[in-house]
């Protein structure tokens, strides 16, 4: 229940008017004294959704508001590291001005618990909107203060947007991990669902709005700071297949103004971009092999003999280049410089879509004597080692090892600092992965979750050269003509 205050002694004279009290704790011994300030953008977004909003505006949507708090100073002590420092450690003010007060209650043998909220110290905080661009945080951290007291939060429905801001002022007042605990045991908040089994084909390619991106990177960072590891391996292995808007090879990111999921903390975006041009690098090398293959003069691909496997290697060629660029996996370029204007990101191209696209590869033949010649035979066992490789907790980031071992668990240089052999061989040569009849039958790999299969994902992924057909002794090291644009293929490996 709210309380109307009167001004304490010891209060500044600007504050002549102090805001209602609302009691977590009715006996409580402090009255937190929080100023929350918003941002014009994030009132705007605010008066626009109430505008659309069934529900009635009960927001107090002001640049400057002003909230008290009625707590029990040893729970919040207990419960935060924060807390524990601000109003226990003497060096700060607030501590001086909490034990000097209640010092003069106790000489007045007033009981804190029975003091009117006047009576008592106020601690003054001040909170932005910088981190999460949202109005009404005066809820939520009047939730969080509950949750520290044990009791029952007042925000019916919970959403994900709540929990994602309950989450950042949890990391700042250092009790990450009781929050974290009440949303699993006590809330048992359900995760919103933000992967499909099978995305409908749409003129955007299945690609996420913005909205559905905001709220997977939500997920990712309420994971991350309320330390759960299964959620964030989910969250960040679907961003990862999903792709996101920042990892654009064109545009560069804008995150002035947008929340911190947008540019994750603890080196995470860095990563996340890493990991997702290694898969992207690995999916195009598929079609660089098999393009450069066909298409160059040294080798015949058709081994039937006959006089007409020169022309069916032709007609292989032709058809594989219109399947490719008929689904958009492919982009041919002039020598023009304006052509390269004109070539697709690929930043947001769902990787399961694209393996599923190119297990539809038919099975050309130029006429019924050449059976197998063409590329669908060579291309389904590639694709179900992809397959397996994605599904490898090792494309996750598992938050446990990034907190503890990050050097080693790091598949981006902006992240190491030092010079390890990930890339090079012991003989400086460019490490390549070669996929040989033995690592397709692999029998370790019918295990889910096998140690050896996280090894050889990373191998695969962070590989700077794919043979995958060494078996035929066809070197394939050549590079790919210019004229051919596969996705997401970078010539130059350099991180942004």
Known sequence: MD?????????????????????????GDVILDVVFET???????????AKFSRTPVTENLKPRTRFAYRVQINILRKQSKYFDSLLGNTQFQEARIVTDKLSKLSLANVKPAEADPSELPWVRIEDDDEATRVAGRNRVLADLLRILH?????????????VTTLAVLADRFDCAATVSRCLSTKLKFKWPATHQAKTPRT???????????????????????????PRMATATRELLIRGSRQWSLFNAPETDDKPIW??????????????RECIMNTMSSILR??????????????KLGYDSSAACDSYQLGEMIRFFTNKNLLHLTDFGPASAYNIPDSCQLNVEEMIATLRQFPGYQIDNHHTNCGLRIRLMPILEYIQTMLSASAVAISSTAWKKERKTTAWSDEVNEFEDDRHDGDDGKQKTFKFTRSVAGDQRLRYEGAMAAEKMARELFTAED??????????????????????????DRTRR
């Not at 995958?468 to 590079?479: G, L």
Request: proline share 8%.
């Open 289 to 302: 092999h098999f393009l450069t293959l066909y298409t160059s003069r040294g080798t015949q691909q058709c």
């Open 150 to 162: 044990g009791k029952d939060i007042a925000t019916k429905p919970v959403n994900m947007s709540f």
């Open 39 to 49: 941002s014009k953008d994030t009132l705007k977004l605010a008066r626009k959704e």
């Open 466 to 491: 794919w043979d995958w057909t060494p078996d035929d002794n066809v070197s394939s090291s050549s590079s790919f003509p210019g004229e051919f644009r596969p996705l997401g293929f970078k010539q």
């Open 262 to 275: 947008w540019d994750l903390q603890d080196d995470l975006e860095n990563e996340l971009r890493s990991r």
């Open 3 to 27: 309380q109307a205050a009167s001004p304490p002694a010891d209060e500044p004279a600007e504050a002549s008017q102090l805001p209602s009290v609302s009691d977590i704790d009715p006996k």
């Open 203 to 229: 003129e955007e390619g299945g690609r996420l709005s913005e909205a559905a991106e905001g709220l997977l990177r939500q997920k990712v960072l309420t994971a991350w700071l309320l330390d759960q590891p």
